[in-house]
């Protein structure tokens, strides 16, 4: 991502909000914006149509900047807030998620939300966006008890002000940030797409590599493949153990604590092993399982946990079951196979879930080829992933030192 010339302040001042410019201002908000709140979805003939978006906490989640679109619709002109203002949540837990937005056209609101807009000519609406995503609602807010924030917290909150031809060079800067975080986000979707349309060809036999193509497929009781193995430990007071979890979703293990046997509160645990299929009796139905890789060998789990290893003489590898966890049906398996009245109190049934069935192939060398590919998907997954968050953790350096002055832009 290309940025525009940069240097670093040289003359600094001290103020209220930190070591600003000296040609800075500090300037209470309550002076350079109008402030508007959201009113009662009664007021409104909501429809699934119209000229003008209303707005709800909830919408905020389905853009990252730009609000334009919601759920509902009305044809009132009445309280509309104008483009450019800056939205975000006024109460409850949603403030701590820092869900700031710019209004895209002139939209409705809901009474759980505020508006601000800026005096335009001493203050650009980019800029009040990037400075009220940096200083964090939860900041501005009163958090004594519910989470919340009025006129009397917005009117005194001080910002550090550039002239208003920085202020707008440092949001065209942020801008290209979002905009390069979007376009990865946008190839991380798509990446993640290609790979749920690889699962479907590949593990239900639709696509098939030529080499493999006389090669039968067979369908068989999990039973067959899969036995449970339980290797318990005798606990050492003094012994430091490593404990793995896993996630829900099918997103794998991760390391949770190393812990001296003596602070271990449960004294019933398992060691777990590479190319173990771990699952989770209590979370199995939310995706709570999946393949131990080498990284997590000889680490240790509770006795909440399910250990499956082939059955000698099994035609199934684990690795080719971990990706087989991640399609729908098998979560129904789970979920069939699980027991309880709440769906987070659920417990599994393993002898149940032994009787039911699944389709492979016959071919080990065939298993693997599958995986092989699927794995190659996943490592470009990573990929973006660390790439998306690079760029992300540039922007949040770059938010650091444009709007605190700390770094100058040539307008």
């Known amino acids: 991502m290309h940025t525009p010339t940069l240097q670093a302040s040289r003359k600094m001042k001290k103020t209220q909000v930190g070591d600003i410019p000296v040609d800075w201002e500090v300037c209470k908000l309550g ?18 149509d119209g000229p003008y978006p209303f707005v709800k906490v909830e919408d905020l989640n389905n853009c990252l900047k730009y609000q334009a679109a919601s759920r509902e619709y009305s044809d009132s002109a009445a309280e509309l807030i104008r483009i450019g203002s800056v939205i975000f949540p006024k109460r409850g ?135 449970e193995v339980d290797r318990y430990v005798t606990f050492d007071d003094n012994h430091t153990y490593k404990l793995a979890s896993i996630r829900r979703r099918s997103e794998g293990l991760f390391f949770r604590e190393a812990l001296q046997g003596k602070d271990i509160k449960t004294k019933v645990m398992k060691t777990i092993r590479a190319g173990d299929f771990l699952l989770s009796k209590m979370q199995v139905v939310h995706g709570a399982w999946g393949l131990v890789t080498p990284e997590f060998d000889g680490m240790f789990v509770s006795d909440s946990y399910i250990s499956l290893v082939p059955r000698k003489g099994s035609a199934l590898k684990t690795e080719f079951l971990n990706y087989l966890s991640q399609m729908r049906f098998m979560r129904h398996l789970a979920y069939i196979c699980s027991h309880g009245v709440h769906i987070e109190k659920m417990t599994f049934n393993l002898e149940d879930f032994l009787h039911e069935k699944i389709t492979i192939p016959l071919a080990v060398e065939e298993q693997m080829k599958i995986v092989g590919v699927l794995s190659a998907c996943d490592r470009e997954i990573e990929l973006l992933q660390k ?15 444009l709007l605190t002055g700390e770094v100058r832009v040539k307008v």
């Open 31 to 48: 002076r350079l914006v109008s402030i508007q709140s959201g009113g009662s979805p009664s007021l409104y003939a909501l429809k699934s």
């Open 93 to 227: 837990a949603a403030i701590s998620t820092n869900k700031v937005r710019l209004a895209a056209r002139p939209l409705l609101m809901d009474s759980n939300m505020m508006a601000i807009f800026p005096d335009e000519g001493r203050l650009a609406s980019e800029f009040l966006y990037y400075t009220i995503l940096f200083q964090k609602l939860y900041r501005i807010a009163d958090t004594s008890t519910i989470p919340q924030i009025n006129n009397k917290h917005i009117t005194p909150y001080a910002i550090a002000l550039p002239p208003l031809a920085e202020q707008k060079k440092i949001a065209t800067i942020l801008g290209l940030c979002d905009q390069a975080v979007e376009k990865q986000e946008q190839r991380l979707a798509w990446q993640h797409q290609f790979k749920q349309g690889l699962l479907q060809k590949m593990l239900m036999g639709k696509t098939r590599f030529k080499e493999f193509k006389v090669e039968r497929w067979r369908t068989f009781r999990l039973g067959e493949l899969l036995e």
């Open 387 to 401: 790439q998306l968050e690079a760029l992300k953790e540039q922007k949040r350096g770059l938010m650091q030192k």
